[in-house]
Each structure stands twice: as structure tokens, then as C-alpha cells.
């Protein structure tokens, strides 16, 4: 039993009149009744009779018409669904992300993603660099943000963001009423940062400024999360280094303020592997830019 078969079949059912249906289907008459004989005796069936000189559906005619008609629906759909899929609009993407990049780029980059793709399932998790370019390799993800220290061997990667080191501080903190700070200012202050072991190139990096503007950090409470350590900077346990865009936090607990330090900025990257074949991958890299 094909599918040609079957739609000649439900195009018979439907008009009850073979002439019609052949012309329907573009087909001969003789040609269009030899598919239906044929079909007839794969089921073993009859599916028309003739009643008082009027072609009808017989029972086994009537009951195999919903099932054809769904078959053929069915049919027709998995065809569009793998030809949207080999187009990127179905199927899957694995991202991950730094926490960094949840206050800026990746709420827009979603948006975008979904809205014009809204079928594709996204696989979302927060992940850190190191851990990222694991999986990029092993290909266990499809793309990650991230903050790449320089270029990854058998990766491809792109800037989709250009952010400031900025210093945290209890809005209590004395130097909380200046616009701008040194990194020197901080220098007596204590500090939360990240544990080193949930981002190495991040946490040596801030040292190694400190260390250039003339002091080591005192680093007397470690957060594994942006959020955790804003909250400590909050409850006055010290002063922190972030990358931008921070976390919103009322003023009247945590102060933002920009340092004047000729720092280079941090670089916010999606990274991918050029060996994944991913049409949706594609499409999420269309639009973080050329």
C-alpha cells in the first residue's frame, strides 16, 4: 500500500464519483480504477458498492476513510516538520552562559531567538567558560556565552558584547558619594569575589589589577554566584569587582560606581563548533550578527 494510493482513494470517497476524481487527481479513469482494485485486494476489502446505480462507501470503505485521511495528514506533516527542521524553525538548542551575560545579552538575544522561532525547544543552563568549552568540543552543546581569555583551539567564537569592570560597594561605604574610584581607593577595604574555581581567568585577572594599581586584595568572603556576592556586599562584609551589566539592587543597599583605571574591557563571546552541522544553531548565530 503506498501513499498515492491512498490519496487516490479518499479523493474517490470524497467526490463518490470516479470521472470526477480522476480529474481531480489528473489521472485517467481506467488508471485511477486499476489503483483502487489494486488497493481493494491489499486490504482484502471492498470499499465502494453500488446501490441503486449510486457509488458508496461500504462499511469498511467508510471506516478505512478516517484512518487514510488521518495517515495522509500525518504523512504531510512529518514532511513539513523535516523540512523545517533541515530550515532551523524545529528541533533543539543547547546553550550555555556565564552568569554575567543574564543581565544584558542574553534576555536580548533570546527574545529575538524566540520570537522569530518560537517551536524550537531551548536547553538553557548557567555554565562557566571552562566548563563551556568542554562541552563545546565534546559536543555535548551547541553554543555557549562566555568569556573566552583568548582564542580556543577547534572552536569559532564571536564579541557580542564589549562590558567595564565596575566596583561594588555598601551604599554606606564611604566612597559610595564618588562617581568614579580608583582601584587604589579599595586598597584598605576587605573583598568578596568569586571562588577562584568557578571562573580562574576571571578571579586571577582581578587580582592581577589590583596588584598593578600597588596592593593584593584581602579577600575574606567568596561567592560562586554574582548575586550571592552583591548580597554580602549589601550586609557590609566588604566591596567587590564586577564585570557589567550587575544585577539590579536597590541603591539604598549596593552602589555601582565606574572605575577611571585604564583597564581593558571584558569580552562577552558566543562560541560554537564550526563541526556542528546544527540547522538551528545556524539560525541562533544569524542573529548575533554577520
Known amino acids: 500500500m503506498e501513499l498515492r494510493q491512498l490519496q487516490s482513494f479518499v479523493v474517490v470517497a470524497d467526490e463518490l464519483n470516479v470521472g470526477r476524481a480522476a480529474t481531480r487527481l489528473h489521472l485517467t479513469q481506467p488508471s485511477l480504477s486499476r489503483q483502487i482494485a489494486a488497493l481493494e485486494r491489499d486490504l482484502g476489502v471492498e470499499l465502494f458498492a453500488r446501490v441503486r446505480k449510486r457509488f458508496v462507501l461500504t462499511a469498511a470503505g467508510e471506516s478505512f476513510r478516517a484512518d487514510a485521511t488521518e495517515l495522509l495528514r500525518r504523512a504531510d506533516e512529518a514532511v513539513q516538520n523535516a523540512q523545517r527542521t533541515q530550515r532551523g524553525e524545529l528541533g533543539k538548542l543547547r546553550l550555555r552562559f556565564v552568569q554575567s551575560a543574564t543581565f544584558e545579552v542574553l534576555p536580548r538575544l533570546l527574545g529575538a531567538f524566540r520570537q522569530a522561532y518560537p517551536q524550537v525547544v531551548l536547553d538553557l543552563e548557567t555554565l562557566t567558560t571552562i566548563r563551556q568549552t568542554e562541552e563545546l568540543r565534546d559536543g555535548r552543546i551547541d553554543v555557549g556565552l562566555l568569556r573566552l581569555p583568548a582564542a580556543e583551539p577547534g572552536l569559532a567564537s564571536r564579541v557580542v558584547s564589549t562590558d567595564p569592570l565596575v566596583a561594588a560597594l555598601p551604599a554606606g561605604h ?69 564585570i557589567a551589566p550587575t544585577p539590579p539592587i536597590d541603591p539604598a543597599a549596593v552602589v555601582y560606581r565606574e572605575l577611571s583605571d585604564d583597564l581593558p574591557p571584558w569580552q562577552l563571546s558566543v562560541a560554537w563548533s564550526p563541526d556542528n552541522p546544527s540547522p538551528v544553531l545556524t539560525r541562533f548565530l544569524q542573529l548575533t550578527g554577520p
Not at 568557578?198 to 579577600?219: L, Q
Open 174 to 242: 564611604p566612597l559610595a558619594k564618588r562617581s568614579r574610584l580608583r582601584l587604589a581607593d579599595l586598597a584598605d577595604d576587605t573583598f568578596v569575589l568569586y571562588t577562584r574555581a568557578s571562573g580562574p581567568s576571571v578571579f586571577d585577572t582581578i587580582v592581577s589589577y589590583c596588584k598593578a594599581a600597588g596592593f593584593t586584595p584581602r579577600i575574606t568572603q567568596h561567592g560562586a554566584d554574582v548575586q550571592t556576592i552583591v548580597s554580602l556586599v549589601a550586609a557590609g562584609l566588604g566591596v567587590s569587582l564586577l
